[in-house]
Each structure stands twice: as structure tokens, then as C-alpha cells.
């Protein structure tokens, strides 16, 4: 099997994913970010911390648009709809409108805005603040692109030039249909077209570039002393070389890495290149050559076994199904050893390379590539995994367990694994620290210490273990339920880290400053002096298929490391993660403009809070210039607040009293409310709690004496019926007393 090494170009992208995609229109703010348009026509503005929609930000007269222009000298967004043109002032958010129909394009050169209205173009005049016609055209809805000395007009097939109110034809494409110009030296014109890149000479003629050829072009700008294009599956880096006879050669620097997308629009700032396409907004640093390099592409699907970056700028080694390759620090290829059998597992010990084959245990040099002796002692182990501690090998076998084998000892069997192995057990991942081993299986973790193997039962329930990395101290667990950091004994209760977006990590490894995962969406990095706060930044790099990517090489020697699936690999220089600006997404209520900025406030502009006990208000601020610049702010109210200087972006408040409050930022002296909010008291101390209770009060007092009422009533009915019968059975004795008296008195009469 014949594999592919190859070394391509060098770049670092981030992506938002939260905005209206694709995205069709970026305009770059210099040192903040960049305005954009989605395909549905929704604009946001994205920086180097937050995304939010312009819904977000203002009132909008119309939910969508169709065009977007910025101006970064007076701070305006200009956008178009079907029957009006709006001037958004960013600083003073504050709108106006003006009814014009029919724009087919605006953009903005050097403070001046211009429009291309069915066929006229115009300029704005600030003073009359009205829009002055320039020229007209036989064809309507011409593209323009303004330059220091005229503007170049496009339609679909033909290009002018407009200068001192004068027209001039230029050439005809009649083939091609053009996307995008761009001004080079010597009065020279590159176009984007339907087709490829065509070269404009002075004179009118036109000459189809042979690179490029046959794809669309929908963008090209200079940037960094390099020609870009924005093409159907990616953006290409050139540099010019004049050739003979008026002619330009493009050298091909950067081609995009597979399944960048399509870009359909870029934007140069001073030191980054954005990018607006079909995945959303990219931005390529000017400080990202030599950064991420793809460097190996198989022929198949699951050819990639693994690749391990070797210390000390010695290079790779990648091992695919059937052959190995050790690549030096430029990625040539040193040398190449091809394998009988396929290959299963990898691991390195003391400048040998150990790997289990289909036939057996096998090992190489790793400075030669030489095929060596096997080991007697490992001609009958068989393991289906070989791991590696430094200073002795690991091997799994489904039908012997668990064995270490030392190079200059001999093979030790441990049996209670295998003893494990009968009821079910498998190891999955290994690592060493300083004074132990870590083994991760299906069921749990075992720490082994001097031989002594101990099931570490922690409190949290971490499931099938996939992986564990020993990084800066802690070991790193990765699960299917999670990421999990034990302290360095593990008998402690582990830390759970959660990943943005809640994704689920495929796969972690670390670099001297950092903790990175590898998930379906994104890279996911942490500081390894910040790992308390478990704040983790995310980018994407592409050339993985990162839509549907899911990373299962994952690498590091500290300095760089490699991440790719079976098929595709990169290696990436871990420091640039330091310096790269991590996008995420925050929602901010309202905002406030204070003098020439723009606050987004994480709370209503003017609200009341009722504040529960021993809780916090979290002010989240952001600036739309400025980001990382320091102020001073106090929180005024209830006897006054103390000055802070911080560039915190969320401000946190303990402990506040029922009262008024205002945030006000300090600024040269002058002092501006952010925000007001009241912290309300509680309900019982308040008026209407009062009344509240008074009637509840008197409603309970009113229940008691209705309630005794009836009881009083109860008693006074039962003590009726009895005197009733009392009375009764008194009547009924008398009755049964008056004959026997009559009778005697009768007797008394009768005789003498």
C-alpha cells in the first residue's frame, strides 16, 4: 500500500458559529473585528471575544437587508434594502434613511461612500448630505471598485473606468462573467470570474491565468504582500513575479486544506485576513505561517494508525496500516519501512520503536528504520495494545491480560488481570506519572504502584474510560460521561470540566501551556496555570472536515502536536493557541453609548432587581472599540462607591443593600452613567408587603373568631337539647306523683 506524505500550507482559522450562514459581506473594523451578512441577510458584528447580532445592538427599521457597507473613519454602517439606503451611526446609534430604489452595489474608499444606481453612479456629499451623480452607463446594476485616481465599473461581461467625469471602456470577457477586480502595479487589473483568474493589461488586453482555471472566483484582494482568492472550495495564497513582456506569474503559496468550504468574500486589516463563507467567519493572522501544517492525506479511509511527534525538532513518525515513516522538522521523509503484517499498536521506548503486528511483536530503529531481532521474551505474548511509561512497555492481551515487559529484565505477567479479563474487562488508554501508573479500562480506573494494582472507586460515576493523560500534575480522564481531573494519588474526588457549547471531547492531549480537546466542532483549550476556573477557549481548524469531523488522533510532545482522523493529519505549533483570539458568544441586553463608544451592558439599561440573600449582581461589559483597553468604574449609591481601574469584561457585586445604584465609568476626567438599577427591598419591608401583611392579619384574626363563633354555637345547641330533656324527664316524674296523692287525700276524707 503506497501512502501519501506531502506538506501543504500553512494557516490558523475561527469560526462563529452563531451567525446568519453563510456569510456573503464582511467589512473589517481595524484593531475590533468585523461587520457581516448572512445569506438570509442578517447583519452582526463578530470580535475577538464576543458575536452578536445588530438586533442586539439598535432598534432596526427593517429586520433584513440586501447590501452592507462600513465606514471606520465616522464610525457609520450603511446598509440597503429593497426600497431605502439607512446610515447607521455606530457611536451616537442614531438612523437615518434615504428613499433610493434600485442599488446594485455601495462600498466606501477613504471616507467616501458610493452607490451604483440602476445605471448611475453617485457619490455622497456630507455637506448636502445627498448623493451626487457622477456618470452614467449604457448597462444598469454595474459592480464599482473605487482606486486612488478613478473607480472601475464592472457589469457582467464588461469593464470601464471612470475618471474626471469620463468613462472608459476597458475590455470585454465574453465567456466569463466577472466577480471581482482588483488594481495592481503598472495600471494593471487581476479579475475574479466565473472561470478563473483573467489579467487585465493596460492597453485592454485580457489573458486567462492557467492557475484557477475553471473555478469561480468570487473574491480577490492583496494582503500581506500576497494576492488572495475566494474561490468555490477555498481561499489560495499567491505571491506576483513579473514575467517577460508585461506579464504577471502567480507563485502558489497557500492552497486550502480539504473541505474548507466556500468563501465567498475577503476583507484585509492590518494584521489579519477575514474571511466570509459558507461555514461562517474566518480569520487567517498574519502570524500564521508556519503554524499548522497538513502533512499527510491516505489514499484510504482508516489508513492512519497514528502519529507521534517526536522531542526535541526531530520530527514525526507516522505509522499507517503497513509501512512506517519517520518525517524530519520540515516534513521530508527521512525514511520508510514497509510492513508485511498490519499494524495494531505503536509505542516508543528508548529510541526504539515497538509495534504489534498481525504477525507478532516487532520493533525498529528508530534512527535507521532497520526491522530488529524480535525478543525472545515476547515471542509467544501476542498483545493486541502496547503502551509505553518511559522506562518499561505495557501489553493488553484478550487471551493472556496484562504483562510489562522490560527491555533488559524480562516479561511479567500480572494475573489478576486476567482473572479481571474473565468478567469482562478491557484497557483502553495508559499513563504514566511520576511514581505510578494509570490504567484506564471499560470498567474503571487501577492505579498500580511498585506491582500493586488498586481499583480506584471515586465518587462520581465516570463510566466506560476512553482516555488518560498524564498533564501537569493531574490525571486527565476522558469518558463517555465526561472529563474528570484527579489529583495525583486519584484517591481524591475528581473535578469535572465542562466543554463550551456542552460538547463531548473525542480526544485530549496537552503542550507545555495548554490542555486541549479535540470534539466534533472544535478545538477546545485550557490553561494549564488557570485550570481552577475551568475556562476553556475553542477554534476550528480546517482541512479536518470539521462539520462533521470527529478527531481521533490526537497527540502532543509538549511543543507541537497532531490532530486528524484515519485519513488526514495536521501538526500544529501549540504556542500560536496562546496568542489566538478565542470567539465565543455572549447575549447582552441593552446598550449605551458613553462620548465616542459604544457599552454593551449584560443588564437592563434601567431595572429593579430584588436581590435574595448572600447573592451577586454580574454586570457584563463589553466595548464595540476598544475592547481590551482599561477603565476606571464604581458603583455609585447607598453612601457612595470607591474608583476600580480593571479590563474585566464582567463586573461582579456583593452583597448589595436595597437602594439606587449607578455604574459609571470614568474617562479623562469625565464621569458617565452606565447603568442605573435598584436593588428593591424585600417584599415585607416594602408598602404594599405591609398592607399585605395587615390584611393577612386581619383575615387570620376574622377566621379565629368565626371559627369560635361556631364553636360557641355548637356548645350552646348541645347545652340546650340537654336542659330540654332535662325539663322533660322532670315533667314526667310529676306526673307519675299526682294520682297516688289525690288517692290519698280522697282517703283521708272518708273517715270520721
Known amino acids: 500500500m503506497k501512502s501519501s506524505l506531502a506538506s501543504a500550507g500553512e494557516f490558523i482559522y475561527q469560526a462563529v458559529g452563531d451567525i446568519d450562514r453563510p456569510v456573503v459581506q464582511i467589512a473589517p473594523i481595524p484593531d475590533s473585528g468585523a461587520w457581516t451578512m448572512g445569506g438570509q441577510g442578517v447583519v452582526s458584528f463578530v470580535d475577538g471575544e464576543n458575536s452578536y447580532a445588530l438586533s442586539d445592538v439598535t432598534q432596526l427599521p427593517e429586520p433584513t437587508f440586501k447590501k452592507m457597507a462600513y465606514d471606520p473613519?465616522?464610525?457609520?454602517?450603511?446598509?440597503?434594502?429593497?426600497?431605502?439606503?439607512?446610515?447607521?451611526?455606530?457611536?451616537?446609534?442614531?438612523?437615518?434613511?434615504?428613499?433610493?430604489?434600485?442599488?446594485?452595489?455601495?462600498?466606501?474608499?477613504?471616507?467616501?461612500?458610493?452607490?451604483?444606481?440602476?445605471?448611475?453612479?453617485?457619490?455622497?456629499?456630507?455637506?448636502?448630505?445627498d448623493f451626487v451623480p457622477l456618470a452614467e452607463l449604457p448597462e444598469h446594476y454595474p459592480r464599482i471598485y473605487p482606486s486612488a485616481d478613478k473607480i472601475f465599473i464592472t457589469t457582467k461581461h464588461k469593464i470601464s473606468s471612470l475618471a474626471s467625469g469620463e468613462i472608459t471602456p476597458l475590455a470585454t470577457l465574453i465567456d466569463?462573467?466577472?466577480?471581482?477586480?482588483?488594481?495592481?502595479?503598472?495600471?494593471?487589473?487581476?479579475?475574479?470570474?466565473?472561470?478563473?483568474?483573467?489579467?487585465?493589461?493596460?492597453?485592454?488586453?485580457?489573458?486567462?491565468?492557467?492557475?484557477?482555471?475553471?473555478?469561480?472566483?468570487?473574491?480577490?484582494?492583496?494582503?500581506?504582500?500576497?494576492?488572495?482568492?475566494?474561490?468555490?472550495?477555498?481561499?489560495?495564497?499567491?505571491?506576483?513575479?513579473?514575467?517577460?513582456?508585461?506579464?504577471?506569474?502567480?507563485?502558489?503559496?497557500?492552497?486550502?486544506?480539504?473541505?474548507?468550504g466556500a468563501t465567498y468574500a475577503l476583507a484585509p486589516e492590518s494584521d489579519s485576513l477575514w474571511l466570509a463563507g459558507i461555514y461562517g467567519v474566518g480569520v487567517r493572522p498574519m502570524f500564521a505561517d508556519g503554524v499548522i501544517k497538513k502533512f499527510v492525506s491516505a489514499e484510504r479511509q482508516r489508513d492512519i494508525r497514528a502519529i507521534i511527534p517526536l522531542e526535541q525538532s526531530q520530527g514525526v513518525m507516522v505509522f499507517m496500516q503497513n509501512s512506517v515513516t519517520h518525517l524530519d522538522e520540515d516534513l521530508n521523509t527521512v525514511w520508510v519501512t514497509q510492513l508485511n503484517n498490519r499494524v495494531r499498536s505503536q509505542a516508543l521506548l528508548k529510541g526504539e520503536i515497538w509495534l504489534v503486528t498481525d504477525g507478532g511483536v516487532i520493533r525498529i530503529n528508530r534512527e535507521t528504520g532497520d526491522v530488529m531481532p524480535s525478543d525472545p521474551y515476547l515471542a509467544n505474548a501476542s498483545p493486541e495494545k502496547i503502551y509505553s511509561d518511559g522506562k518499561s512497555l505495557w501489553l493488553w492481551s484478550?487471551?493472556?491480560?496484562?504483562?510489562?515487559?522490560?527491555?533488559?529484565?524480562?516479561?511479567?505477567?500480572?494475573?489478576?488481570?486476567?482473572?479481571?479479563?474473565?468478567?469482562?474487562?478491557?484497557?483502553?488508554?495508559?499513563?504514566?506519572?511520576?511514581?505510578?501508573?494509570?490504567?484506564?479500562?471499560?470498567?474503571?480506573?487501577?492505579?498500580?504502584?511498585?506491582?500493586?494494582?488498586?481499583?480506584?472507586?471515586?465518587?462520581e460515576s465516570i463510566g466506560n474510560i476512553m482516555q488518560v493523560k498524564y498533564i501537569n500534575g493531574?490525571?486527565?480522564?476522558?469518558?463517555?460521561?465526561?472529563?474528570?481531573?484527579y489529583s495525583n494519588d486519584l484517591f481524591s474526588p475528581p473535578k469535572k470540566a465542562t466543554l463550551p457549547l456542552q460538547e463531548k471531547a473525542q480526544c485530549i492531549f496537552s503542550s507545555k501551556d495548554n490542555v486541549f480537546f479535540g470534539t466534533s466542532k472544535h478545538i477546545a483549550w485550557q490553561s494549564l496555570s488557570d485550570t481552577q476556573h475551568?475556562?476553556?477557549?475553542?477554534?476550528?481548524?480546517?482541512?479536518?472536515?470539521?462539520k462533521d469531523f470527529s478527531p481521533t488522533l490526537c497527540v502532543g510532545n509538549g511543543e507541537r502536536f497532531v490532530i486528524g482522523d484515519s485519513k488526514t493529519a495536521l501538526l500544529v505549533k501549540a504556542d500560536i493557541f496562546n496568542n489566538v483570539r478565542p470567539f465565543s458568544r455572549e447575549a447582552f441586553v441593552s446598550s449605551v453609548t458613553l462620548g465616542t463608544r459604544l457599552w454593551r451592558v449584560g443588564l437592563e439599561k434601567d431595572a429593579s432587581y430584588l436581590l435574595p440573600a448572600n447573592k451577586a449582581i454580574s454586570v457584563s461589559l463589553s466595548l464595540l472599540y476598544d475592547s481590551k483597553c482599561?477603565?476606571?468604574?464604581?458603583?455609585?449609591?447607598?453612601?457612595?462607591?470607591?474608583?476600580?481601574?480593571?479590563?474585566?469584561?464582567?463586573?461582579?457585586?456583593?452583597?448589595?443593600?436595597?437602594?439606587?445604584?449607578?455604574?459609571?465609568?470614568?474617562?479623562?476626567?469625565?464621569?458617565?452613567?452606565?447603568?442605573?438599577?435598584?436593588?428593591?427591598?424585600?417584599?415585607?419591608?416594602?408598602?404594599?408587603?405591609v398592607l399585605v401583611c395587615i390584611f393577612i392579619s386581619f383575615l387570620v384574626l376574622f377566621l379565629i373568631l368565626v371559627v369560635r363563633n361556631i364553636k360557641l354555637r355548637q356548645q350552646n345547641t348541645y347545652l340546650r337539647k340537654t336542659v330540654h330533656v332535662s325539663i322533660k324527664e322532670l315533667e314526667a316524674k310529676k306526673r307519675q306523683s299526682k294520682p297516688e296523692v289525690a288517692i290519698r287525700l280522697r282517703f283521708r276524707q272518708v273517715q270520721p
Not at 500480572?414 to 469482562?424: D, P, S, V
Not at 493531574?474 to 481531573?485: A, K, Q, R
Not at 475551568?534 to 470539521?546: R, Y
Open 73 to 129: 473613519q465616522n464610525s457609520e454602517l450603511w446598509l440597503v434594502s429593497a426600497k431605502y439606503l439607512y446610515r447607521y451611526e455606530v457611536t451616537t446609534n442614531t438612523w437615518q434613511d434615504f428613499l433610493l430604489k434600485g442599488i446594485s452595489d455601495i462600498c466606501v474608499f477613504e471616507g467616501n461612500i458610493f452607490l451604483s444606481i440602476g445605471a448611475s453612479i453617485r457619490r455622497f456629499d456630507r455637506p448636502l448630505s
Open 176 to 260: 466569463n462573467e466577472i466577480y471581482s477586480l482588483l488594481p495592481i502595479e503598472r495600471n494593471r487589473l487581476i479579475l475574479g470570474t466565473s472561470s478563473g483568474l483573467v489579467i487585465v493589461k493596460s492597453n485592454g488586453e485580457t489573458k486567462a491565468l492557467t492557475t484557477l482555471s475553471g473555478k469561480r472566483i468570487y473574491d480577490v484582494k492583496m494582503w500581506n504582500a500576497k494576492l488572495w482568492a475566494a474561490t468555490s472550495d477555498g481561499v489560495y495564497g499567491f505571491t506576483l513575479i513579473e514575467g517577460n513582456n508585461n506579464t504577471v506569474i502567480l507563485r502558489q503559496v497557500y492552497s486550502p486544506l480539504e473541505s474548507d
Open 398 to 459: 484478550d487471551k493472556v491480560g496484562l504483562s510489562r515487559y522490560w527491555p533488559d529484565k524480562a516479561l511479567l505477567p500480572y494475573t489478576e488481570f486476567w482473572e479481571q479479563r474473565h468478567r469482562g474487562l478491557m484497557v483502553n488508554s495508559m499513563a504514566a506519572g511520576p511514581n505510578s501508573t494509570v490504567i484506564a479500562t471499560n470498567m474503571g480506573l487501577y492505579i498500580a504502584i511498585n506491582g500493586q494494582f488498586t481499583y480506584v472507586d471515586s465518587s
Open 474 to 485: 493531574s490525571y486527565w480522564v476522558l469518558s463517555y460521561t465526561g472529563i474528570y481531573v
Open 534 to 546: 475551568s475556562h476553556f477557549h475553542t477554534a476550528q481548524v480546517p482541512g479536518l472536515q470539521w
Open 630 to 689: 482599561p477603565f476606571e468604574y464604581r458603583l455609585w449609591g447607598n453612601g457612595g462607591g470607591e474608583w476600580h481601574t480593571t479590563e474585566a469584561q464582567e463586573l461582579n457585586f456583593d452583597h448589595l443593600l436595597p437602594g439606587s445604584y449607578q455604574l459609571q465609568i470614568r474617562e479623562r476626567n469625565r464621569i458617565d452613567s452606565l447603568l442605573s438599577f435598584t436593588i428593591e427591598q424585600p417584599l415585607y419591608l416594602r408598602f404594599w408587603g
